[in-house]
C-alpha cells in the first residue's frame, strides 16, 4: 500500500520546502455557487456562448454588456467559498515561496479571500475598460442598484476575455512567468478543455515543476501531469503505478461522505494531511456522494 508523499500534502507545501503556482478553473468556484461553464454552466446553451464571445462584442455590445451585468450583481455577493480561503492562507504562509495563483476565473473570489499574487488570465467581472484609451477602473457600485443606460455603457466594455479574443489585456506573460519559476503546480478544477492551462502546465514541466492535477473528471490536463487525482480517489502516476487512497476534495464536494474522523486537515481541493501519513494508506475505490459542478 502506497502512501501519499509528504511533499504534496498542505502540511508539507506549507513547510515551504517547494516553490508553488497554482492554477485555478471553473471547477474551482463551484464549492462557492458558481456553475462551471461547460458542465451544466454558462456555456451549455448557444445564446450564452454567443454572448460571451468576441462575436457578440462586434455585433450586439449592449447586449453583451446586459448579460454581464446580470452577473456582476451575481458575483458582487457570492462570499469565497473555504478552498479559496485556504489558498490564500497557504499563501501568506508560504511567502515568497508561494510564486502566484493563475485562474481562469472572472469571478475575483481569489482576490476577495485574500489572496494577493493572482493572475487573472481572462480578466474580472469587477472591472471595465475604456475602449479608446483603454483605461480600466472598477464597475460603480451604483450599477448594482440602478441599471446603466445604453449611452453609459457605450464607451465601455466588461475587463473579460471574450471567447475568440487574444490575451494582449491579460497578464499571460505574467502567468508564464509563474509557471517557469516554481517547483510545483497544481492545476485544480480545469480539464484543459481551452487550451490555456495545458500550455501553461507543459512550461512549467520543460523548466522542470512537478505538475498535479486535481479534477473530478478525465481531461488534456492529464496528459501533462506528473500525478493526477480523480474523483474515485485514485493516485496516477507516470510508468502506470497507481495508488489508490481515500482524497477529500472540497473544491468541488466530492467526497461528502468522506470519514472525517480519518483525515483532520483542511479540506481545500490540494491533498489533505495531518501528522500521520498512515491515514493516507491505500482504501478501496469506493464511489462517495458525487454532486455535479
Known amino acids: 500500500m502506497a502512501k501519499l508523499p509528504q511533499d504534496f500534502t498542505l502540511s508539507g507545501l506549507k513547510k515551504g520546502h517547494s516553490s508553488v503556482t497554482v492554477i485555478t478553473g471553473s471547477g474551482f468556484d463551484v464549492e462557492a455557487g458558481i456553475p462551471t461553464f461547460r458542465e451544466k454552466g454558462f456555456y451549455e446553451d448557444k445564446e450564452a456562448a454567443y454572448l460571451a464571445s468576441v462575436d457578440a462584442f462586434n455585433s450586439d455590445p449592449i447586449r453583451q454588456w446586459r448579460w454581464y451585468l446580470k452577473r456582476f450583481v451575481s458575483y458582487h455577493s457570492t462570499p469565497p467559498a473555504a478552498s479559496h480561503i485556504a489558498l490564500a492562507e497557504l499563501e501568506a504562509e508560504l511567502g515568497e515561496n508561494f510564486v502566484g495563483i493563475v485562474t481562469q476565473n472572472i469571478s475575483g473570489l481569489h482576490l476577495k479571500a485574500g489572496s494577493h499574487k493572482v493572475y487573472e488570465i481572462h480578466g474580472c467581472i469587477r472591472e471595465m475598460r475604456n475602449l479608446i484609451p483603454g483605461e480600466r477602473r472598477p464597475l460603480p457600485e451604483l450599477w448594482l442598484k440602478s441599471t446603466p443606460t445604453d449611452e453609459e455603457l457605450s464607451c465601455w466594455r466588461p475587463h473579460v476575455c471574450f471567447i475568440g479574443e487574444n490575451y494582449d489585456e491579460y497578464p499571460l506573460t505574467e502567468s508564464v512567468e509563474a509557471c517557469q519559476s516554481c517547483e510545483v503546480v497544481l492545476i485544480i478544477g480545469t480539464g484543459g478543455v481551452i487550451h490555456t492551462p495545458v500550455w501553461l502546465a507543459e512550461r512549467a514541466q520543460f523548466s522542470g ?61 490540494i491533498p489533505i494531511a495531518d501528522s500521520s501519513l498512515a491515514r493516507w494508506e491505500a482504501i478501496p475505490a469506493q464511489p462517495r456522494m458525487m454532486v455535479s459542478a
Not at 486535481?214 to 493526477?228: A, C, F, Q, W, Y
Not at 503505478?241 to 483532520?264: Q, W
Open 209 to 269: 515543476a512537478v505538475v498535479v492535477n486535481i479534477n473530478p473528471n478525465p481531461g488534456k490536463i492529464d496528459k501533462v501531469s506528473e500525478l493526477t487525482f480523480r474523483h474515485q480517489y485514485n493516485w496516477r502516476c507516470i510508468g502506470n503505478k497507481s495508488y489508490d487512497f481515500s482524497y477529500c476534495c472540497l473544491v468541488n464536494k466530492l467526497c461528502m461522505a468522506m470519514d472525517t474522523a480519518a483525515c483532520t486537515g483542511l479540506m481545500t481541493g
